[in-house]
C-alpha cells in the first residue's frame, strides 16, 4: 500500500486505541472503587479527559472531518449534503485549508435527531 492508502487505516487504528485507552482508564477505576467506600465512582466514559492530540476550546473539541464521520457514522458527502440541506451543523474555519466541527454542536445534532419510527416520509 501507498503512504495516502495507510493514512485512514492509520487515523482509524489511532482512534480505536484512544477509545480502548478511556476505557481500560473507567474499568481500572471501577475495580478500585469498593462499594461501601467514600470513593466516588469512574466518570462516565464521556467526561474522561479527551485525548493529547485533541484541540481545546473552553472545553469543547473541535472534531475533524473523520472524527464526525465516526461519530455520526455518515460518509463525508453525505455531511456536506445535509450541511447544504441546513440540517447538519456547519463547521468553523479556522484558515483556509482547515475546518473543525464542534464536539457540542454534533452532539446536540445527534440529541435532536428523531426517534425510530417517528421519521417522516
Known amino acids: ?3 495516502t492508502a495507510d493514512d485512514p487505516l ?9 477509545r480502548q485507552a478511556r476505557i481500560d482508564i473507567a474499568l481500572e477505576a ?14 462516565p466514559l464521556d467526561e474522561l ?6 484541540f481545546q476550546v473552553r472545553g469543547d473539541r473541535l472534531l475533524k472531518l473523520r ?5 455520526t457514522s455518515l460518509g463525508s458527502s453525505t ?3 445535509r450541511m447544504k440541506a441546513g440540517k447538519f451543523p456547519k463547521p468553523k474555519r479556522l484558515s483556509e ?7 457540542s454542536e454534533i452532539e446536540k ?13
Not at 109 to 121: F, Q, Y
Open 1 to 3: 500500500m501507498t503512504q
Open 10 to 18: 492509520i487515523a482509524f487504528v489511532r482512534a480505536l486505541a484512544r
Open 30 to 43: 471501577q475495580r478500585h472503587s469498593d462499594p461501601g467506600s467514600s470513593q466516588p465512582e469512574a466518570p
Open 49 to 54: 479527559p479527551a485525548s493529547s492530540c485533541s
Open 67 to 71: 472524527e464526525v464521520m465516526s461519530i
Open 79 to 81: 455531511i456536506y449534503r
Open 97 to 103: 485549508a482547515c475546518v473543525r466541527w464542534r464536539e
Open 109 to 121: 445534532w445527534m440529541r435532536e435527531l428523531p426517534t425510530t419510527g417517528s421519521v417522516n416520509k
